[in-house]
């Protein structure tokens, strides 16, 4: 997979890397996936992140995964969310520079997912949204995460979900689900905790079936 060396955030440069496509032809999308909350070990390399990536670069897409603000080699500090979301946007920059004319996705994995489905929901470059394990109807460290633009939101949504999540609890995702516009499709890997540990293979399968045949 290459190594992004230009990709810059408004802290600096940003680590990432790029998968895919396995196919041939052109790019299914280009997505940008955003990994999970950096005070508590997430990285780009975080195994779901990794397993999502994967499975997105199989069915065709071109995937940018990379290190927030303060993590790894990416320059700058956390910022509680407002500067990751930044980032973010400076990574949609670049996958619309290098993949021009291509439909774009915004992913993420817990703390990520939310800095990605509030910022896809209004970014109009985005067409589609996934979830995996986004920390809705849930405080972490004293924090309170906001998904007040992806429930307005009318584009495609589709969540990945722990049935045994400790962290973001399964009862609260089916009450955020159901509060959500359509169009939207939620997978849920029975026994899986917050990590998906032992099933961060899982993951990559339900993106799989989830988006194979998903043309928006």
């Known amino acids: ?8 955030g408004p802290a600096g440069r940003l680590e990432a890397l790029l998968d895919g496509p396995d196919t041939e032809g052109p790019v299914r999308a280009a997505v940008v996936f955003a990994h999970p909350h950096p005070q508590f070990g997430g990285t780009m390399h975080t195994k779901t992140v990794f397993q999502g990536a994967k499975a997105l670069a199989r069915i065709g897409c071109a995937v940018l995964r990379f290190n927030f ?3 790894g080699a990416s320059e700058g500090t956390f910022d509680r969310g407002e500067g990751e979301k930044e980032d973010f946007r400076a990574a949609l920059d670049y996958m619309e520079a290098h993949y021009p004319g291509a439909k774009i996705w915004a992913a993420g994995f817990s703390f990520g997912s939310w800095v990605a489905l509030e910022v896809g929901a209004v970014d109009p470059r985005v067409s589609a949204l996934i979830g995996i394990a986004p920390p809705v109807m849930t405080s972490v460290s004293g924090h309170d995460y906001d998904f007040t633009n992806t429930s307005t939101s009318t584009k495609p949504k589709f969540f990945v979900q722990g049935e045994a999540d400790e962290v973001c609890p399964v009862e609260g995702m089916w009450k955020f689900y159901g509060s959500l516009e359509e169009p939207k499709e939620l997978v849920i890997i029975d026994g899986a905790d917050h990590l998906f540990e032992g099933k961060t293979g899982e993951v990559g399968e339900a993106l799989e079936d989830l988006l194979a045949d998903f043309s928006s």
């Not at 997979?1 to 810059?8: A, G, Q, S």
């Open 1 to 8: 997979m290459p190594v992004v060396n230009d990709l810059k």
């Open 69 to 71: 603000r303060g993590v």
